[in-house]
């Protein structure tokens, strides 16, 4: 009969962690997975390609129509020329609904871009926030590290597509972390 020695318990603790590491992290990388096909098939279905598709500051055309039948919390489209920031842009009653759920009402670590609940959904406000996870597989809002580390021209445009077709530009000014 085998005894129980500390170097034996030992083992068969890390053995557990790594099990524990391992479906963390494959849980992880299906998540991604399942989020950037989803984002793929979102954008391809809202998005209208326009003849002047090469420029990255010709103007998009976004077809909230779809938009609000996917998620009727849609405010807006967020892109960043030279970055992989292409998403749509929700606000809801508080600021934890889309920490973890997706454009489509699914679950998921990665979220959904959105407006603060206090920020008017027209971005009236003089300063409006978005929120956003800062993913490791270079989505969501992960590129605003190309603008704080200055890899990414400084005057870069953010442009915000609303649902009455019109297009704001905004420029950053200031990136710290």
Known sequence: RRRLTPERLLIIFSGIALVACLAVGAGYLIDSWRQRAAHQDLTAAVITPTANDTDPSAPKVIDFAALFSTNPDTVAWI?????????????????????????????????????????????????????????????MFADLDLIYNSSLAADTPVYLYLPDGSRATYQVFSAYI
């Not at 020329?81 to 889309?98: A, D, F, K, L, M």
């Open 79 to 139: 892109e960043i020329p030279g970055t992989n920031i292409n998403y749509p842009v929700v606000q809801t009653t508080n600021n934890e609904t889309y920490l973890s759920r997706t454009f489509d009402g699914g679950t998921s670590i990665s979220g959904t871009i959105f407006l603060d609940v206090a920020n008017a959904a027209d971005f009236t406000n003089i300063n409006s926030i978005l929120y956003g996870h800062h993913r490791y597989d270079r989505t």
